[in-house]
């Protein structure tokens, strides 16, 4: 990354602040099923986690003489807490917590429709791939070790040679998390009236765990 704030790096600020506003809309929605138990979870996550930056400006919480270093810090604070947020919830309300944490990333998925404003490409994998990615955080820029697999007209399949997220992710909720997101993704293409359904799956290659992402056409 350069030594001035770019282009790049509001995309990345964009992406940790996406996630900020699903664990917002997590704690608004849990206060009300479950009241101050919530509290304390959001309370406890930033003690160990910090803060949310939502109502900041990238000016305010990076420091431009380390912009990498601030970047990468934030996105680890950010998916910690999101995955001790999770693990909580789903500690102390089991079912009734997990089914309120797919509620919240549904409603997202439906929300995120409304900022999906080009019709004619409802049904182009490649123009969803690259709308998801404005809002999807998995690393930063210069170790997200991804490629595309497949890009034809009924598929758009991409990689992560190693998962980005498993170092930040306790007690492997990771998995979780990619439920979650499958959930927000699947519900986003349904509101915008897409014949495409998102999926993800995992391989192993040469002992690495490889996580497959994909894009396609609906058959029945």
């Excluded at 693990?87 to 439906?110: H, M, P, Q, R, T």
Aim: charged residues 25%; hydrophobic residues 40%; glycine residues 6%.
């Amino acid at each position: 990354m350069s030594a001035f704030l770019g282009p790049i790096h509001d995309k990345m600020f964009a992406r940790i602040t996406f996630l900020e506003t699903i664990e917002r809309y997590i704690y608004n929605e849990g206060m009300l099923k479950f009241g101050d138990a919530i509290n304390k979870i959001r309370v406890d996550g930033e003690e160990l986690y910090g803060g949310a930056t939502l109502g900041y400006s990238i000016e305010e919480v990076v420091d431009t003489s380390n912009i990498h270093g601030s970047l990468q810090e934030l996105v680890n604070n950010v998916e910690k807490r999101h995955s001790f947020i999770l693990n909580k919830i789903l500690e102390a309300f089991e079912e009734e917590g997990k089914e309120l944490l797919y509620n919240v990333y549904k409603k997202i998925g439906s929300l995120l429709s409304n900022k999906f404003s080009d019709a004619l490409e409802t049904n182009n994998a490649d123009a969803i791939y690259e709308f998801l990615s404005n809002y999807y955080l998995d690393g930063m820029p210069c170790n997200s070790i991804s490629g595309i697999l497949e890009n034809n007209d009924n598929e758009l399949s991409w990689i992560f040679a190693n998962d980005l997220h498993k170092d930040n992710f306790i007690n492997d909720n990771v998995d979780f998390f990619y439920d979650l997101r499958a959930n927000l993704t699947n519900e986003f293409l349904n509101q915008i009236g897409s014949k495409l359904k998102y999926t993800y799956d995992t391989t192993i290659i040469k002992e690495n765990e490889i996580y497959v992402q994909k894009i396609m056409k609906m058959t029945w």
